[in-house]
């Protein structure tokens, strides 16, 4: 079955601080993967996406990931850390039906 | 705003009631989604329409019953529930397969 894991439940940083968060997932397939935050309180919005092409994406507010086919992997990153980072971030692939299969997200806490 | 508007924001009701979750999308998307966000859960996907047609019930109990009267607006609606399907409910829509889903801000259900 397709999935995506993130391995990171909970992942504390003070501010400046660089981040990694983690995602596999398991599709054999041309892969779609998109990376999404939802700020407390607030709809889930999308940071990033791949289709094809530079396996480096950048995004919104200084987020990026790079995809590894050979890891089957989709890491998210950040340089530097804001308190304003702090959220819950989604990783998702899109499946075989065309509908989004999302890990279980990473709860990102930055300290000031 | 994102576009996607969930009515209502929050909903108690009890076991034996019946209630109805509305999604509703101007974004000229032809696809909409029901998912279930639960605490420590990846989102569950639970209804797709294309077209204002199913295309995917994802396994979802009966006492779930979805209904999209034309491609702006998707309805879920509920009776007797269990407390188990306390959860926040997340409509999404999107244009096609090549992008990403444009979620609402959800419902959060209390089954009491």
Redesign the interface.
């Known amino acids: 079955a397709q999935s995506?894991s993130q391995h990171n439940?909970h992942v504390i940083l003070s501010e400046a601080a660089s981040l990694e968060l983690g995602c596999n997932y398991s599709y054999g397939g041309t892969v779609?993967l998109?990376w999404?935050v939802q700020y407390p309180g607030?709809?889930?919005?999308?940071l990033l996406?791949y289709?094809s092409g530079d396996p480096l994406v950048k995004g919104i507010k200084g987020f990026e990931a790079e995809f590894i086919k050979s890891k089957f992997s989709f890491n998210l990153r950040k340089p530097s850390v804001q308190w304003s980072d702090t959220a819950e971030y989604?990783c998702a692939v899109?499946g075989s039906?065309?509908?989004?299969?999302?890990?279980?997200?990473t709860k990102l806490s930055v300290k000031p | 705003e994102t576009g996607v508007t969930q009515t209502p924001r929050h909903l108690v009701m009890g076991m034996t009631n019946k209630k109805s979750l509305k999604c509703e999308q101007h974004l000229g998307h032809n696809a909409m989604y029901w998912y279930k966000q639960s605490a420590k859960k990846p989102l569950e996907l639970m209804f797709v329409y294309n077209f204002k047609e199913q295309t995917e019930n994802n396994s979802v109990p009966s006492r779930f019953s979805p209904e999209c009267p034309n491609s702006s607006h998707l309805f879920l609606h509920l009776h007797t529930l269990q407390p188990e399907d306390s959860a926040l409910y997340l409509c999404a829509s999107s244009q096609d397969s090549n992008y990403g889903y444009t979620f609402g801000s959800g419902t959060r259900l209390t089954v009491v």
Do not use: M, S, T
């Not at chain 1, 607030?42 to 999308?46: D, P, R, S, V």
């Not at chain 1, 039906?97 to 997200?105: A, C, D, E, P």
């Open positions: 995506v439940h779609n998109f999404y607030q709809h889930l919005q999308l996406k289709f989604f899109r039906q065309g509908n989004l299969i999302f890990g279980k997200g």
